[in-house]
């Protein structure tokens, strides 16, 4: 084929470039289409040391975060900085990644530009607007406006087709967080990192902590960090680490919180290998954030979400996932369950992950491959 086919990869956060890489990273090795990438610099702080550390210089780096902007604040910047790297692209297909604002503003640029999206993880849906807040209402629209969708799940699948989606626009392929952390940790190769501070006790099992949805904040994320100074104070014997996300708006609060407690580790937040070395050893982890949801079963490690509803449901009904809300009272019984019930603790550690068999980017790529071909033999 003469034509130089372009894909233009828009993100901006470190669960999307995670998500995207090993898609982009295939689609490098073929012949077929070229990979742009766009970053937004919604995460500005978050994702300079991931594209380092997986080795990628974006195309396109725009600067949408300002000091104490809102939402709609950030809207307003992707839409003033997008078209740009747009019009210098020109792409042939537009691919996003699940449901920020980056996603949402490149998808409806692209919308307007003529441009067929390809959105990877789509037809997540909790079906509540105010959980998580905004990203349900963000990933509906994006689907709206979306041409292919490519599903984690078939419960995934089924939600778009509830959602009058083509069928022939569907495609099951698993989530690409599954190839991420399996190539991650066989990469790995029991390599140990030294972590200086991390752990006064590293013969001590820990439980490794993650809170940074925006639902969360204010009184919930209070009960649950009382919740977890509660049981760390009671378990001794268990250390807890704990990368905050740089929001300010969270991490004060729990410095205030959780920063004397001694069996208390609070750090920075890892680079991605550094990352998943955490997850693999860790006792248990206990968080509210997608992508944890879909890594930590491929590692063997029982994850307790602390939100009162999740999309990721598939991993509940196969026992990795535990939803555990947001309120004191069944945060700990979830946690004593699992310090005390040898067979359940047993039972999640062996569950099957339904969220992706480690295959995703290979099936993402032939059907772009494909979509491309007979795009260019019937323009769409
Ligand atoms: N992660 C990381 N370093 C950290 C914490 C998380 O690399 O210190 C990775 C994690 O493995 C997952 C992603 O970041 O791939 C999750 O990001 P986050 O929880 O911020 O977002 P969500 O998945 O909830 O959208």
């Known amino acids: ?100 604002a980056s996603a949402l503003a490149s998808a409806i640029l692209a919308y307007k530009k003529n441009l067929p999206i390809a959105h990877i993880e789509a037809g997540l849906r909790t079906h509540d607007k105010s959980s998580p807040f905004p990203e349900e209402i963000y990933r509906q629209n994006i689907t709206t406006l979306a041409k292919w969708h490519f599903c984690p799940t078939e419960k995934a699948r089924q939600n778009l087709l509830n959602e009058n989606i083509a069928e022939e626009n569907i495609f099951v ?29 590293k013969t001590k099992p820990y439980f490794l902590i993650t809170l940074h949805r925006r639902e969360s904040q204010g009184a919930p994320l209070m009960r649950i960090t009382n ?83 999740t999309e ?8 990795c996932l535990r939803l555990a809300g947001t309120k004191k009272d069944t945060i700990l019984q979830e946690l004593n369950l699992l310090i005390n019930d040898k067979a359940h603790y047993k039972r999640m550690q062996q569950a099957h992950n339904p969220f992706g068999d480690g295959q995703a980017a290979n099936r993402i790529t032939a059907h772009l491959i494909d979509i491309i071909e007979k795009t260019h033999a019937k323009p769409i």
């Open 312 to 319: 990721r449901s598939e991993g509940i009904e196969s026992g």
């Open 1 to 100: 084929m003469g034509h130089d086919n372009k894909a233009l990869f828009c993100c901006g956060s470190r669960p999307e470039l995670i998500k995207i890489y090993p898609v982009y990273r295939q689609l490098q090795t073929t012949t077929k289409i070229t990979p742009l990438l766009c970053n937004t610099g919604q995460h500005r702080d978050l994702m300079p040391p991931h594209l380092d550390s997986l080795g990628i210089t974006p195309d396109f780096q725009l600067n949408v975060m300002r000091k104490e902007q809102c939402l709609d604040q950030l809207m307003a910047q992707l839409f003033a900085q997008l078209p740009s790297a747009f019009d210098n692209a020109r792409p042939d297909i537009v691919i996003i990644q699940g449901d920020t």
């Open 173 to 201: 392929t698993g989530n690409t967080s599954v190839d991420m952390v399996k190539n991650t940790y066989k990469e790995l190769n029991g390599e140990i990192f030294d972590l200086p501070l991390l752990r006064q006790d």
């Open 227 to 309: 919740s977890l100074l509660n049981f760390a104070k009671n378990n001794p014997e268990f250390h807890f680490i704990f990368p905050l996300h740089p929001n300010p708006a969270t991490s004060q609060m729990i410095k205030d919180q959780l920063g004397t407690q001694k069996n208390f580790s609070l750090i920075t937040p890892l680079p991605y290998p550094q990352f998943v070395r955490l997850m693999a050893d860790a006792f248990a982890i206990i968080t509210d954030s997608g992508g944890i949801q879909e890594e930590a079963p491929s590692l063997n490690t029982p994850v307790i979400v602390v939100r009162n509803n």
